[in-house]
Structures are given as C-alpha cells and as structure tokens.
C-alpha cells in the first residue's frame, strides 16, 4: 500500500480546515481597533482638513506597510544560497533567452488520467511493437488509438508541481513569455481561484522538451488529480526534472515538506523554485523559512530558484526567469554547445 500522501490527500477536509483559517483571516481584516500609541513611530496619521475635536471625527492611523523589495535585495539574498553550483554565466543567460524566444510552443495534450497520455495509450496497446520514435512523421498510430507518431518521440520532460496557485502555470507561461513583457502569453490557463488546473497538461518547446503543468496540491484539489501527479512522477520514463514551486510570501508548508522528502524518498531529482518574490516584504522571515524547511541540507542539493512573474518599474524584467530557463535546458541536456 502507498503510505500517506500529500497529493492524495482527503481534500475536502483539507479545504474546509484551510478555509477555517482563511476566514478567520478576512474577518480579523474586519476588526478595526485604535492602534497602540507606543508604536506611535510605526505609523502613518492622516490628518483630515478640520482637527477633530470629538470622537465624531476620529483621526485614522494606519500602519505603514513595509517598502517593496526589488532585483537589489533578491540579488543579495540569492547569493547566499546555491554554493555549491557556478552561477550561469551571461552568455549562457542569453543563449538561453535566445532558445525560449524564438522556440514555437505547442499544446500537446491534457489528460484527466495517466494512461491516456498518447505514448503510454500506445505503450498499453502496441505491447510487443518496437515504438518508432519519428518526430516530424506524420503518420498515425493505427486502430482507436489514431495518435499521431510525433507524439512518441520520448522528448524530456520537466514537471511543475507545488500547492495549489502557487503559480505553477504562471511559470510555465513566464518562460515561453519576453522577459520584459508586461502581459504574459497565455499557453497554459492561470487563474487567481486556487485548484484551477485540473488535467495534466503537456506543451512542447521546440519540439526540444516538453513542460508539463499538474493540478496542485491542497484547497481546491481533487484526490484523482493527486493520484495522476503520483503516477506520473513514479512512472514517466521521460520525466528528467521536477520543480516544485513554493509561494515566497507564504513559504514552506507542511505539504511542500512532504513532497519533497517524497521525491528524496523515491529518487526523483527535484529543484525548488520560490515565486512570488514580489509580495515578500520580510527577507529575514524568508531566510528564516528556507533555513527551517531544512531544504538548504538536502543531500541532493536541490537549487534555489527564486523568482517572480511580474514586471514593474522596480523590476523591469520577470525576476529569476533567465535562471530558470537556464536551468531548465541543462536538465534536459540542451546546453552542450554553449
Ligand atoms: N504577484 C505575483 N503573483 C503571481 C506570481 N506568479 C503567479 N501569480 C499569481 O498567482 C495566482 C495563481 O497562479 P497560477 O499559475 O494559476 O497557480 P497554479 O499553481 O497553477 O494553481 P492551480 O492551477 O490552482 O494549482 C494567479 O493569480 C497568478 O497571477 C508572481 O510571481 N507574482
Ligand atoms: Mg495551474
């Protein structure tokens, strides 16, 4: 029997203690209470045009929020992680922007269950048939199947995965993207409503490699889709990298902790990328997260990838994108002549 798992967790208990939690959050946002004058130092006092005199017109304090951090903070603070690799060089930076950028990406396949990704369908049917890898045929397998041939070709594959909007499709689609694009392309489908993904979704980059978007994990989830992810991570032959996405403003939680022990546990080489770099405003509470989620002594010295989507006049181009892609080609042995 498999032991217990965070993707096939019994989601709806999952769903209902989070959103417990989620409540009490919104409703304490609701609470408005007179700030306390020894922070006096910490906060902001609007004034209106008339001094108050009486409680009619009660002075509104309210706490400063702490300064957006951008690429100076974030540099330095990723450098004290990933010592043990070279940083990628500049050309290697760009030669790797210059394969994203041009490289054409097709939607491929979106499966509700594993055995109906087309190489496994034919796999499961064509048993004692030598599979023949042809790219660019156009011939179809034959039968019900009627899969095309050049979706056998055995490209490999790099998987997202992570708790549900933990912005797994948003990375997706911030690597096929122009780094300085403020809109991002739409390949795979993001929303703001957690448990949006629900398939496993297949794109090829340049008939290079394949990314493949999973349904997260947690509020909003389903145990089928955690059941697919599993499988697909146990028994994918292509699968050559798993990076598992972890919201920088919420850090690890209990479910990141398990998958990731999972993939040490059964082999599966992984690196963790942190999104949303953007909404932390506490470097230290960060750096205090990582160091407690234990990752930094991981005998497989995953990386650290640190990264945010989004475009701004503090942040021109997507943060930790270049590294990503950089990454993401090695992984797949696409860096050989740079
Ligand atoms: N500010 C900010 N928001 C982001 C970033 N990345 C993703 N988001 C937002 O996070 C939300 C969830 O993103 P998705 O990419 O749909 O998340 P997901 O992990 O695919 O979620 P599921 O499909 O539900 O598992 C969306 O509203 C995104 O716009 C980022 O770097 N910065
Ligand atoms: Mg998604």
Redesign the pocket.
Known sequence: MRPFHPLLLKCTALARSELSIRDIVLNSSKVTTAPDNSKVDNVKVKLTNTAPESSKHPITRKKSRPKALGPPEWVAFNQSYNKEYDPPSTRMLQKANEFFNKSKVTFEWGVPSYSSIPDEVVKSKFKDMELERAPDSTKRFPGKTSIPFHLINGLPEITFL?R????????LNSLVSRLGDKHLNKEAR????????KTLNCFNIGNKFRLI?T??YGY?SRLKQGGLTMEYIENREQLVRCYV?VSADQGFTEMDLQILNYLKDIGKPFEVVL?????VRDMNKLTQQIEESGITTFPTLPRLIF????VSSRCPKRYGIAELRCNVLQNCGLDSKW
């Open positions: 992570g549900s909007n933990a912005g797994k499709s948003t990375i993001m929303s703001s409503k957690p448990g949006f993904t978007d349904p997260g909003g996405l999104t949303k770099m953007d909404k990264t945010s989507s989004v």
